[in-house]
């Protein structure tokens, strides 16, 4: 008990040390973050599966990211953070989002502006793409 203690303190600490502008005594690691991280749900059930031919495009003037997944399959919430696509790596910036998935209209959102504290920041700017189903 005492040594989960000592461990969840220690993890505090390093996590607060590399919040603000102390982050460098604390030795805070140049990891690698996406700014961003788009996630998908259908948007008339809020189901966040299943997916077919997606496409996620990320836009901050002559930047551009993307990722594709021919099947997106899985749980049914989104509480899980694995559920999303996470691009711009280490690329802060004001961006649009577009999103394309078989069966649904295209959605796109313009104006997204992702965190400057990349470096030892330990969340990701997130959206949520509400997919409408495609009407026959």
Do not use: Q
């Not at 059930?45 to 003037?61: E, M, N, Y």
Request: aromatic content about 12%; hydrophobic content about 45%.
């Amino acid at each position: 008990m005492l040594r989960t203690r000592a461990i969840c303190f220690l993890f505090s600490c390093l996590m607060l040390g590399c919040r603000g502008t102390t982050s460098e005594a604390f030795g805070c690691p140049d990891a690698l973050r996406n700014a961003l991280v788009v996630l998908i749900k259908d948007a008339s059930t809020g189901r966040a599966f299943p997916f077919r031919d997606v496409h996620v495009l990320a836009i901050s003037g002559a930047y551009r990211d993307s990722a594709y997944t021919a099947a997106f399959d899985g749980p049914t919430t989104l509480a899980d953070p694995l559920f999303g696509f996470g691009l711009a790596l280490r690329h802060p910036g004001t961006f649009t989002v577009k999103v394309s998935a078989a069966g649904y209209e295209d959605w796109e959102r313009a104006g997204i502006v992702t965190s400057n504290n990349l470096r030892c920041a330990f969340y990701n700017d997130t959206v949520v793409a509400g997919l409408v189903p495609v009407r026959r």
